[in-house]
Each structure stands twice: as structure tokens, then as C-alpha cells.
């Protein structure tokens, strides 16, 4: 079975700073892997995904993610966050040729004005 | 995109009433959807599998009496508390996958919170 690893609980992080998230999995086969972000009570909203080819992967809001197989990693980063990135985001990985989704506990990033 | 509806957002009942959280797929078919739910500080947790026209698929540990499911049709889902107690209180999320079932992105409902008083 595969699982996902969130280092990091909670990520504090000034205005305009950089900031990464990351994210760690395991698995015998391939798999793709998302980012997700949460704002409080609300559904999931999908960053953006790695199904294949170039490992950098651009999504919404400005967040990139690389796509890492030998260290089976794919962190989370953009390069100036703003007060409104203040959300939890969970990385998820789902095994190819399956449906279900293995979500990692969430990292909450909280953005200091 | 495809959008998942959900409802309620929220929802407070009584101990030992039963309530209903409906998710409608609106732009299109959704032989599968997935029940979820999430504690405070804790990932989401997958609860059961529904299958438009066959049984629901629950997940080790889950009450099947207690969570019904039902897929009505292609486009909607529900998921019953029955008999609601206080530990029943979280945060509950339906999920579709793409229709492909390629892995190209699931489509989330806004989530249901429910407390039990």
C-alpha cells in the first residue's frame, strides 16, 4: 500500500517570503502524486498534479511542485506567498490503474503579515 | 470543470436523530463517490466507496449501519448518519474521480459539518 508523508504540522512564513512544503511517499509501483489546499470549512481545491513527463509541475495561485523519484519526494513551493495562501495543504498520491486516494496529514501554512 | 455540490455545509442535530448529506455531480456522471472524513488536526480519511447501481464499499472499521450510502443515480450520492452521537461530530467530504478514473485530478465537494448535541 502506498502512504504519504507530511514533515511538517505547521509552517509559519513571512509576507512575500518563499516558502516549501514537503511531502514524501511511498510505493511499489507508480502512482500520481497532487497537492490539495483547504481553507477552513471548505471542500478540497486541487493545486496541481503529477500524472507524467516533466517533473516540474506548475499549478494555481502560483505554487510549483517537483516531482522527485529517487528521493520519492514531491515538496511544494512558491516563491512569494501572500496572506491569502494562509490554508492547509495536504499532498495525496493515488496508485495508477486506481481510484482511491491516499491523503498525507496536512501541513498548515500560516502566512505573518 | 467538473463540480461536486454538497449539502448541507452545515447541519446541528439532536443525539439519536439521523441526518442526510446529499453530493450531486452537476456537469457530469459520477458512477463513483468517495466518503470522507476528517477530525480536527487529522488528514481525511476515506469512509466508503459508492457505486451508482450496486452496493456501497466501506473501509475497515467503518459501521456500515450507522453510515448509509446510497448512489441514486449517476449524479447523486448520499450519506446518512444514523442514530447521531456527539463522537459522530467532524467534517464530512464527498470526492469524484475524474470520469476516466485516470487519476487526473478529483473533484471535492465544499464539505459538510456536522455536530451532534
Known amino acids: 500500500a502506498q502512504s504519504v508523508t507530511q514533515l511538517d504540522s505547521q509552517v509559519p512564513v513571512f509576507e512575500e517570503a518563499p516558502v516549501e512544503l514537503r511531502c514524501n511517499y511511498s510505493?511499489?509501483?507508480?502512482?500520481?502524486l497532487f497537492w490539495y489546499v483547504q481553507y477552513p470549512n471548505q471542500g478540497l481545491q486541487l493545486l496541481l498534479k503529477?500524472?507524467?513527463?516533466?517533473?516540474l509541475v506548475k499549478g494555481i495561485n502560483g505554487f510549483e511542485a517537483e516531482f522527485n523519484k529517487s528521493q520519492t519526494s514531491f515538496h511544494l513551493r512558491k516563491p512569494s506567498v501572500h496572506i491569502s495562501d494562509t490554508a492547509e495543504y495536504f499532498c495525496?498520491?493515488?496508485?495508477?490503474?486506481?481510484?482511491?486516494?491516499?491523503f498525507g496529514i496536512g501541513t498548515k501554512l500560516q502566512v505573518i503579515p | 470543470g467538473a463540480v461536486v455540490s454538497q449539502h448541507p455545509s452545515w447541519v446541528i442535530c439532536k443525539s439519536g436523530t439521523s441526518v442526510k448529506i446529499e453530493c450531486r455531480s452537476l456537469?457530469?456522471?459520477?458512477?463513483?463517490m468517495f466518503w470522507y472524513r476528517q477530525f480536527p488536526k487529522q488528514s481525511l480519511m476515506l469512509m466508503a466507496t459508492?457505486?451508482?447501481?450496486?452496493?456501497?464499499?466501506?473501509e475497515q472499521g467503518v459501521e456500515k449501519d450507522k453510515f448509509l450510502i446510497n448512489h441514486a443515480s449517476l449524479t447523486l450520492s448520499t450519506l446518512t448518519v444514523t442514530s447521531a452521537h456527539p463522537e459522530d461530530s467532524s467534517f464530512y467530504i464527498c470526492?469524484?474521480?475524474?470520469?476516466?478514473?485516470?487519476?487526473?485530478?478529483?473533484?471535492f465537494g465544499s464539505g459538510t459539518r456536522l455536530t451532534v448535541v
Open positions: 470526492s469524484a474521480p475524474p470520469d476516466s478514473g485516470q487519476g487526473y485530478g478529483y473533484t
Open positions: 510505493s511499489s509501483v507508480s502512482v500520481y
Open positions: 503529477y500524472l507524467s513527463g516533466s517533473t
Open positions: 495525496a498520491v493515488v496508485k495508477r490503474g486506481y481510484q482511491k486516494v491516499t
Open positions: 456537469d457530469f456522471q459520477a458512477t463513483t
Open positions: 459508492s457505486n451508482e447501481g450496486s452496493k456501497a464499499t466501506y
